[in-house]
């Protein structure tokens, strides 16, 4: 059992985060649902949704949890706006990096926003499902998921009558995953995150646009690529990333942890080779690649940094962005982050930023604790 004066304490600290977004409600009672909805994603409930929390919550019915998450009385993208400030207060660093990734959440039926069969990397295959792209933040700290925009297929943004129908608002217009993650990193620039590199997959990686915009912003980044993306090898000549690494003398691999995974190190062979191109704003590019020590497998990331970077930084970097996957866990299993039965676009926001807050606090929580060397929190009751 947790000691009266540690659950004070978590009680507190949850207090001070809910004062962070309070004034973001225009009205009291949307406040205290708000705030009851986090308390109940926190809880230890089998399942986390509007008849759980509301009778969590004390009350007889969800019908007034389920109407706060649209409720024109309070703004989600602004409590995100605070949210990140106190991430970046509690966790902010110079040398922190942003992650974007996205993620699959499995629904029924065709009338939540943005729902279709599309590829699910949660599923690992073709489900009926939302998508929502995310942007997390890592630094020796700690790590948590700081932004987030649902993805609409061009099935639904060439459909005005169906987005009106899931309350989609009639500006917003299809845009990529990538394009996704540019919105969400611009947002982060302008609010003064502090970060040093920016990391994903290959199909944030693989997209030119989305790295001449990071380049050409100066921000410096490590994202997986194919193995049959070109890059310039010479003056006149581009190269397979593939055939770029192959030539690599077998005795220029270097075995590096890339961070420690639930199992300890997570250890590859690495190598690398430069990108024979100029950069702007006199900057560097590299090709490494990270070879498995059991199976022999190459993964490939295409990268953009300041002249005088180590390999060991940009294997550091590629490491940073199982952050995100461990975020996901974390909010999916421990404040239901996919755990919603709402259909409207405005309500999706809601509940994806007030699980971000629960999620937040207890990331928070254990940063607190750990600089005291005490046991991690468990999630509230």
Known sequence: MLGGEVLAEWQSGLDDLFAVIAGRFSRVEPRRLAFAYVRGLLAPLERRNGWTIAEHAGRRSPNAVQEMLYSPCWDPHAV???????????????EGVLVAADTGFIKKGTRSAGVQRQYSGTAGKVENCQIGTFLAYASPKGRALIDRELYLPKSWTTDRERCTAAAVPAEVE???????AR?????????????????????????PGLRDWLEQRDIAYVMATRNDDEVPAGLHTVSPVKAMINTIRAGAWRRVSCGDGAHGPRVYDWAWTPVRTTFAHGRRGWVPARRSISTGEIAYYRCF??????????VRVAGARWAIEESFQTAKNEVGLDQYQVRRYDAWYAHITLAMTAAAFLVVARATEATKGVPEPATAS
């Open 80 to 94: 995100r706006d605070d949210l990140r400030g106190y991430l970046v207060e509690h966790l902010g660093d110079a």
């Open 183 to 207: 919105m969400m990193i611009a947002r982060a620039v302008a609010a003064g995150v502090p970060f040093a590199w920016f990391t994903a997959d290959e199909a944030f990686g693989q997209n």
């Open 305 to 314: 940094g300041r002249r005088g970077t180590r390999l060991r930084d940009l």
């Open 174 to 180: 299809f845009a990529t995953k990538p394009q996704q």
